[in-house]
């Protein structure tokens, strides 16, 4: 089993900044995908961005140029910095990490952080 734990969502002002972490412990390969995910009030769950291990990042259009991902493989750790925060970005993020084993991939997913931007 694979255990993930995101930390770092806070209350902050409109043009602010935030890190997120998650890190991930248990029965993890060494090939694998981690990433953030967001969900909005009423909105359903959205891609932020995510990044394999060996480096290749992927990113929402909306966060493109404001929102950085990166992670620390000896640590199992994935983070997300983010910048110039918008009312908009205001949403639960998930941390999920993707890992496949012969023909199948398997989900793994946090508990979710809250991260607020006031206008």
């Known amino acids: 089993q694979v255990q993930l734990v995101e930390s770092g969502g806070d209350l902050v002002q409109a043009g602010g900044s935030l890190r997120l972490s998650c890190a991930a412990s248990g029965n993890i390969f060494r090939i694998n995908t981690m990433g953030w995910y967001r969900q909005a009030p009423g909105k359903q769950r959205e891609l932020v961005a995510d990044?394999?291990?060996?480096?290749?990042?992927n990113y929402a259009d909306s966060v493109k140029d404001r929102f950085t991902i990166s992670r620390d493989n000896a640590k199992n750790t994935v983070y997300l910095q983010m910048k110039t925060l918008k009312p908009e970005d205001t949403a639960v993020y998930y941390c999920r990490l993707r890992q496949r084993f012969l023909a199948s991939s398997y989900d793994y997913w946090g508990q979710g952080t809250q991260v607020t931007v006031s206008s």
């Open positions: 990044i394999t291990s060996g480096g290749s990042t």
